[in-house]
């Protein structure tokens, strides 16, 4: 199966620490993709970076890509309270049609 | 700009009777994707469609699961004879045509919550 892991499973921290998160796949891909989903909603995509990229950016969140590795980081830096959400990666199969999506970490931002 | 509309949010159905879930995807979209999210865990593929096509359905069920996209209105995940396994939060996502495939990003409903009695 592609389908990613995260890990951790759950991550509590307080309020202006950093929090990281990672995930692992298993074949090659396209791009990988972070979202962010509050409970009881759907989810909200946040960044997505390509095979050819290692690292981006974007506002608080930063990623990172090691396919050689297969795996991926996701950086929330000087977290609040409202990041409290789970987080899921999800990757496109090189040749095939899918999302696959993993199992998400559930971060907890303590104010 | 409207974004991906699921109707309804909350279903209970008894076992052996039928669900249909909607999906409207946003405006300019024709692909739609179909997940299955069981409580704590990450979401499943289920289908793949564009407008009158099925494009990928190896997520699905062989049994009692059927989907369409047709050429007028919502895609429509149809379940027929729920069982108490079936209950699940289900997400339509959509995305734009795009001549690369895996390029684009994913927009998803607020999903569809299913309850089998």
């Known amino acids: 199966s592609q389908q990613g892991e995260e890990d951790p499973q759950a991550l509590s921290i307080q309020e202006g620490e950093n929090a990281t998160m990672n995930c692992s796949y298993k074949t090659s891909i396209n791009n990988l993709q972070w979202y962010r989903q509050n409970s009881g909603r759907g989810l909200v995509h946040l960044i997505l970076?390509?095979?050819?990229?290692r690292e981006k950016h974007s506002g608080r969140l930063r990623v990172t890509l090691d396919t050689s590795k297969k795996s991926s980081s996701l950086l929330i830096t000087a977290s609040r309270a409202a990041d409290t959400a789970s987080y899921f990666c999800?990757?496109?199969?090189?040749?095939?049609?899918?999302?696959?999506f993993g199992t998400g970490t559930s971060l907890t931002v303590i104010p | 700009n409207a974004g991906v509309m699921q109707n309804p949010r909350h279903l209970v159905r008894r076992r052996g009777q039928e669900a249909r879930l909607r999906c409207s995807p946003m405006?300019?979209?024709?692909?739609v994707y179909w997940y299955r999210q069981l409580p704590e865990e990450g979401l499943k593929f289920m289908v793949y469609?564009?407008?009158?096509?099925?494009?990928?359905e190896s997520g699905m069920p062989k049994e009692r699961f059927s989907a369409e996209f047709p050429k007028e209105g919502p895609s429509i995940l149809r379940i027929q004879q729920v069982v108490r396994g079936d209950s699940a939060a289900y997400f339509c996502?959509?995305?734009?045509?795009?001549?690369?495939?895996?390029?684009?990003?994913?927009?998803f409903g607020e999903g569809s919550r299913l309850t089998v009695l």
């Open positions: 405006k300019g979209h024709s692909h």
């Open positions: 970076i390509r095979s050819n990229e």
């Open positions: 469609l564009q407008k009158e096509n099925i494009i990928d």
């Open positions: 999800a990757t496109d199969a090189y040749t095939g049609n899918q999302f696959y």
């Open positions: 996502a959509s995305s734009p045509p795009s001549p690369f495939r895996g390029t684009g990003e994913l927009f």
